[in-house]
């Protein structure tokens, strides 16, 4: 829409906006943050847990070669070692699983927050066009990543090779000492190859959340004519919403017009304003503002009381002073007195 009318996306996105592209699963979040924690993770795993992982896996080790001098060779006695290597191997790599269903879940929650959304699976027939799923092998986007792993796999190879290459003149006492002893070397030097990639990985996951972000940022922009649309939508067509309120008005002026004939006395100041008293002594506390009006409803007023020989009494201050209070109302205490000597006047006439 926005390359159709030639505006540019300036306007940040609006809240309604944003909504929707959670809704439908379009939301700032980085693989890299997901591979940076996963891998932190195992790596502090497997210094905690290695020590247990050898042990259970020298057992399995020792089971094994204990059984292959007094096992069958049938297909029961192999299916059953086959059971038994089978759960050892699962206690041993159970903690492993876990950490990576755990790790895996707080990588992404973090990232977005509480979302579920259902449009994702939505059958989409644009994802089965050969062309434009051509065009996403040589998109801007697809470029960007694929310089992206270049430069991680570069840079991690770059790591490895220098931190190995610091460690080559100690390996060549390697054959000089026992087994125990090179495994440890080994180990170690493994383990400060992860450390520095994971150190990298961390840094460039970073670097990608932000960019991510900030792509995502960029793609919800919108443009004032969007704006404007967003706002019809949500808030209503500013005409239509006039005419409703016109139309509201006309409905209450209609029925406190029919007020009036009921009223027991329309006060007046004689220009301008008109306003319409009733009292049931049964029903009302103080007497009630039942129609008000200025000018030309003022005149409306008094002509459909003087149909309807409703008494029109003229006192300035008492007119200027009820106009001030809503329909509906009963008038205020300070001026029972005055609406009183009113009301007297009014029913001394009618008797």
């Known amino acids: 829409m926005a390359e159709e009318s030639g505006q540019e996306r300036t306007e940040q996105a609006t809240e309604k906006r944003r909504q929707d592209f959670r809704e439908k699963g379009q939301v700032a979040q980085s693989k890299e943050v997901a591979t940076a924690a996963l891998l932190t993770s195992s790596l502090l795993l497997w210094v905690f847990y290695a020590r247990f992982f050898w042990r259970d896996l020298e057992q399995l080790y020792l089971q094994l070669l204990g059984s292959f001098g007094s096992m069958e060779l049938t297909a029961a006695a192999v299916m059953h070692l086959g059971w038994d290597m089978g759960l050892v191997m699962a206690k041993v790599l159970w903690p492993v699983f876990l950490m990576t269903l755990v790790i895996g879940f707080f990588a992404s929650f973090l ?7 259902t449009k994702v ?5 644009n994802k089965f066009n050969p062309i434009a799923g051509m065009s996403k092998f040589i998109s ?20 490895a090779y220098k931190t190995v290459a610091a460690e080559f003149d100690k390996s060549l006492n390697l054959p000089l000492v026992d ?12 383990f400060l190859v992860m450390g520095k990639t994971c150190g990298i990985i961390i840094v460039l996951a970073v670097i990608d959340y932000g960019f991510t972000k900030f792509e995502m940022e960029e793609k919800m922009k919108m443009t004032k004519q969007e704006i404007k649309e967003e706002y019809k939508d949500t808030e209503g067509n500013p005409q239509i919403k006039s005419r409703i309120r ?7 002026r209609r029925r406190m017009m ?6 027991d006395v329309i006060v007046t100041n004689p220009t301008h304003l008109s306003i319409a008293l009733s009292y049931r002594r049964e029903e009302m506390n103080a007497p009630t503002i039942v129609a ?7 005149f409306r007023i008094r002509e459909i009381a003087r149909e309807n020989k ?36 009014v029913y001394s006439l009618k008797k």
């Open 310 to 345: 409703v008494p029109i009494v003229e006192n300035k201050p008492v007119a200027r002073a009820l106009y001030q209070q809503e329909v509906g109302e009963e008038i205020p205490e300070g001026m029972f007195t005055a609406v009183a000597e009113i009301l007297a006047y």
């Open 179 to 190: 087994l125990e002893q090179t495994l440890l070397f080994l180990a170690q030097v493994a």
């Open 140 to 159: 801007k986007r697809s470029a960007i990543e694929l310089v992206k792993s270049l430069a991680k796999v570069s840079l991690i190879g770059l790591v």
């Open 246 to 252: 016109s139309l509201q008005a006309q409905m209450a």
């Open 258 to 263: 029919a007020e009036v004939p009921k009223a």
């Open 121 to 125: 699976f939505m059958p989409d027939l």
């Open 111 to 117: 990232q977005v927050g509480p979302l579920f959304s």
């Open 292 to 298: 008000k009006g200025a000018d030309h409803l003022a």
